[in-house]
């Protein structure tokens, strides 16, 4: 019988060594580029038959592979075994320069290049390099291409009609995915997955600086900016001073008493897209916040914060005069008058 540790067949390119030949006949795709696998749908070619299966599973939409936690679907078992770490917090990919973890391989790539200062992702356009691919998806945005589908209720243009249709939505109020869990809808399939993270605590966006982990790109994308003291955005008011164009944007509305946010449902409006979401739950009872002592449910996310509190006795507030500590800022504010009474 044959050896178990026995490895005959040895690459000529870089020397890994396989035990098999079906396993070395792969490996060698990786040098020779070659793809025998074809897609007879869309003509994409893959290196391997398991890649093919699960490219084929965009074209069917089936999704074999469910998670036992939250029981979201995923059509290959990869993004499940990633999907699953966002429940036990597993992180097994670790950085050999400074010790950070992640629970996703790529994630921890791209992490390095913030060491080695790698920009490997290039625009065709211009020649300028990034160290992300997101990065440069994002830069792409600048060669702005020809928009000719223009939006015949109010003016906007597009460069595709795809584009439009997804901006229609604005005027006809049209929600056309709707969550599994609650009763919301959302016009973007975007918002709708941004949604369900309420529902599975997933949060798939991690800091490739310090691995805390986000639920939303764009929360993501701003934690950033705190790494960097640089806020090159300036109040001209109150000299207010922001490290991200948008935090600037909201500050200035406390100046101007602007709303562009109004609710649909009544007159309110709100200076920020965020107060408008946490109202929109008063009309539709949506509560995606539990605790998972009592299993109390909350509309917004900072009363479950306080709520837990009175599990954990914990009281963050804490009086500069005398010491005394609460466990919100509403009941230390009410305090501190009692010492300007006192005056």
Same mark, same amino acid.
């Given at each position: 019988?044959?050896?178990?540790?026995?490895?005959?067949?040895?690459?000529e390119v870089?020397?890994?060594?396989?035990?098999?030949?079906?396993?070395y006949?792969?490996?060698?795709?990786?040098?020779?580029?070659?793809?025998?696998?074809?897609c007879?749908?869309?003509?994409?070619?893959?290196?391997?038959?398991?890649?093919?299966?699960?490219?084929i599973?965009?074209? %069917?939409?089936?999704?074999?592979?469910?998670?036992?936690?939250?029981?979201?679907?995923?059509?290959?078992?990869?993004?499940?075994?990633?999907?699953?770490?966002s429940?036990?917090?597993?992180?097994?990919?670790?950085?050999?320069?400074?010790?950070?973890e992640?629970? =996703?391989?790529?994630v921890?790539?791209?992490?390095?290049?913030?060491?080695?200062?790698?920009?490997?992702? $290039?625009c065709?356009?211009?020649?300028?390099a990034?160290?992300?691919?997101?990065?440069?998806? $994002?830069h792409?945005?600048?060669? $702005?291409?020809?928009?000719d589908h223009?939006?015949?209720?109010?003016?906007?243009v597009?460069?595709?009609?795809f584009?439009?249709?997804?901006?229609?939505?604005v005027h006809?109020?049209?929600?056309?995915?709707?969550?599994d869990?609650?009763?919301?809808?959302?016009?973007?399939?975007s918002?709708?997955?941004?949604?369900?993270? %309420?529902? %599975?605590?997933?949060?798939?966006?991690?800091?490739? $600086?310090?691995?805390?982990t986000?639920?939303r790109?764009?929360?993501?994308?701003?934690?950033? =900016?705190?790494?960097?003291?640089?806020? =090159?955005?300036?109040?001209e008011?109150c000299?207010?001073?922001?490290?991200?164009?948008s935090?600037l944007?909201?500050?200035?509305?406390?100046?101007?008493?602007?709303?562009?946010?109004p609710?649909?449902?009544?007159?309110?409006?709100?200076?920020?897209?965020?107060?408008?979401?946490?109202?929109?739950?008063?009309h539709?009872?949506?509560k995606?916040?539990?605790?998972?002592?009592c299993?109390?449910?909350?509309?917004?996310?900072?009363?479950l914060?306080k709520?837990?509190?009175?599990?954990?006795?914990?009281?963050?507030?804490?009086c500069?005069?005398?010491?005394?500590?609460?466990?919100d800022?509403?009941?230390?504010?009410k305090h501190?008058?009692?010492?300007t009474?006192?005056?």
């Amino acid at each position: 019988m044959q050896n178990q540790t026995e490895k005959p067949y040895s690459c000529e390119v870089c020397s890994a060594a396989f035990s098999r030949k079906d396993g070395y006949k792969r490996h060698m795709r990786i040098h020779s580029g070659e793809k025998p696998y074809s897609c007879e749908l869309c003509g994409s070619a893959f290196k391997n038959n398991s890649n093919l299966k699960n490219h084929i599973r965009t074209h %069917t939409g089936e999704k074999p592979y469910s998670c036992d936690v939250c029981e979201l679907k995923f059509s290959n078992s990869s993004n499940l075994i990633r999907h699953k770490r966002s429940h036990t917090g597993e992180k097994p990919y670790s950085c050999i320069i400074c010790g950070s973890e992640f629970s =996703q391989n790529s994630v921890l790539k791209r992490h390095l290049r913030t060491h080695t200062r790698e920009k490997r992702y $290039i625009c065709e356009t211009c020649g300028g390099a990034f160290i992300a691919s997101s990065n440069l998806k $994002i830069h792409m945005r600048t060669h $702005i291409a020809k928009k000719d589908h223009p939006c015949l209720e109010c003016g906007s243009v597009f460069s595709d009609s795809f584009g439009l249709k997804r901006h229609m939505r604005v005027h006809t109020g049209e929600r056309p995915f709707q969550c599994d869990v609650c009763p919301m809808a959302f016009s973007e399939n975007s918002d709708l997955k941004r949604h369900v993270r %309420t529902h %599975t605590g997933d949060k798939p966006y991690s800091c490739e $600086i310090c691995s805390s982990t986000f639920s939303r790109k764009s929360t993501l994308q701003k934690h950033v =900016q705190t790494h960097s003291e640089e806020k =090159q955005y300036s109040c001209e008011i109150c000299d207010a001073r922001f490290s991200v164009s948008s935090n600037l944007r909201r500050h200035m509305r406390t100046h101007t008493g602007e709303k562009p946010f109004p609710c649909n449902a009544c007159d309110a409006a709100f200076a920020s897209s965020d107060h408008l979401k946490r109202h929109l739950r008063t009309h539709s009872g949506e509560k995606p916040y539990s605790c998972l002592v009592c299993e109390s449910s909350f509309s917004d996310a900072s009363h479950l914060t306080k709520h837990v509190r009175t599990h954990t006795g914990e009281k963050p507030y804490s009086c500069q005069v005398c010491g005394a500590a609460f466990s919100d800022c509403n009941g230390l504010k009410k305090h501190i008058q009692t010492h300007t009474e006192l005056e």
